[in-house]
């Protein structure tokens, strides 16, 4: 299950979408995803699918590790769905004792769970799967640089995110690693009620607490024997440049979205 998790991960590649500049790709992820939370119409929705459809193809990333990004929240899609489909009111369509499912309720079910999947699978391909967490920094970085004048630690923040994207995958194989090793002790994480399973859990978040410090102390003591001072006077590895590719398809890009929402209110 933790091999699943696409969060944190790079997937190597040489796609359009690999090659766009970061902050290109961080504006259109935030522009995409408003653009997702304003439609509620059929047409529209399945505009946002076609265009989420053509992202993947152009990425070049395997279905299955894109597919591997919505199991994590797969609870909270049938959660959602289920809420949905039972709670919000209607024409009756299907009656099961004193439980009804209404046709708003069905329509409503499909809509969340679709904005879910969406938004999720977007995000996944325009920033963690074709874009590496130091890029994503930088990028951060350079976006939140004119808040630099009321004195905002833009260097700070871009870092921070980075070296948590960067430990995500880390954490998730420290964890598989202690639930095995607890397990092969006599553990048992599967049996029981919720309250058990929830005490089980402790004998896992203990040692995986103990790792994460010990894993942030060793980081900072690297990072002050390699002289690092913050962000004052760094030089960069690669230097971000926004050229006509990146124009081109933020242009398409913008204008596909704006499409969707003529659709939507028009």
């Known amino acids: 299950m933790m091999k699943q998790i696409t969060l944190g991960r790079y997937y190597p590649g040489n796609s359009l979408l690999h090659q766009l500049d970061p902050r290109a790709k961080i504006i259109l992820s935030v522009c995409f995803m408003a653009v997702i939370f304003l439609t509620d119409q059929p047409l529209p929705m399945i505009l946002v ?9 152009i990425s070049r990333v395997p279905i299955r590790h894109i597919l591997s990004s919505l199991k994590p929240i797969l609870f909270i899609l049938i959660f959602a769905f ?5 709670t919000v009111q209607g024409d009756p369509l299907l009656t099961i004792g004193s439980v009804a499912i209404s046709d708003q309720g069905l ?8 904005r879910l999947m969406f938004l999720i699978i977007s995000t996944t391909l325009l920033l963690t799967l074709t874009t590496t967490p130091i890029l994503v920094a930088d990028a951060i970085e350079r976006l939140l640089n004119p ?3 009321i004195r905002f630690p833009a260097h700070e923040m871009a870092m921070m995110m980075s070296i948590a994207l960067r430990f995500v995958p ?3 194989e420290e964890t598989d690693k202690i639930m095995k090793a607890q397990s092969s002790r006599g553990a048992d994480y599967d049996t029981g009620n919720l309250i058990a ?5 402790v004998t896992v978040l203990i040692p995986l607490f103990v790792s994460a410090f010990k894993r942030a102390e060793e980081l900072a003591v690297a990072m002050e024997a390699r002289c690092y001072r913050g962000g004052e ?6 230097i971000l440049h926004y050229g006509p590719k990146d124009i081109v398809f933020t242009i398409v890009f913008l204008i596909a979205c ?7 209110y028009l």
């Open 147 to 149: 808040l630099k004048r």
């Open 258 to 264: 704006t499409a969707i929402l003529l659709v939507q």
């Open 49 to 57: 699918a076609v265009l989420t459809l053509a992202m993947i193809l």
């Open 197 to 201: 399973k929830a005490k089980g859990l």
């Open 107 to 114: 329509y409503t079910a499909i809509r969340m769970a679709a």
């Open 233 to 238: 006077g760094r030089t960069r590895l690669k």
């Open 170 to 172: 880390t954490l998730l």
């Open 82 to 86: 289920v809420i949905n489909l039972f």
